[in-house]
């Protein structure tokens, strides 16, 4: 079943957010069960809301996503859900 993983980081700045590309490495991009990837500012820091296929492979991500985050002097607590529906950009709909 898909699940939801939303990062928030107030008091944070995204340059914090991209210093944690530089550290992962590929490693961080190459990811294929993640199904979408998003990071936006907001009005006191930024979110991240990534989309994976399962809880598992979200889970062995975080062996990677663990030690970046945290050389780059972020503290990552996600608020994992399941996902309801989510829909393709040629507007097919996954469960």
């Given at each position: 079943m898909p699940i939801v993983a939303i990062f928030e980081f107030p008091g944070e700045t995204v340059d914090k957010y991209e210093k944690v590309f530089e550290i992962g490495g590929s490693a961080i991009n190459d990811q294929p069960r993640r199904l979408s990837h998003v990071c936006?500012?907001?009005?006191?820091?930024?979110?991240?809301?990534?989309?994976?296929?399962d809880e598992a492979s979200f889970a062995?991500?975080?062996?990677?996503?663990?030690?970046?985050?945290a050389q780059?002097?972020?503290?990552?607590?996600?608020?994992?859900?399941?996902?309801?529906?989510?829909?393709?950009?040629d507007g097919a709909r996954n469960p």
């Open positions: 936006y500012p907001t009005d006191v820091g930024f979110t991240v809301v990534d989309v994976w296929a062995a991500f975080g062996e990677i996503i663990g030690p970046a985050t780059a002097g972020l503290d990552a607590k996600p608020d994992v859900r399941p996902v309801q529906g989510f829909m393709l950009a």
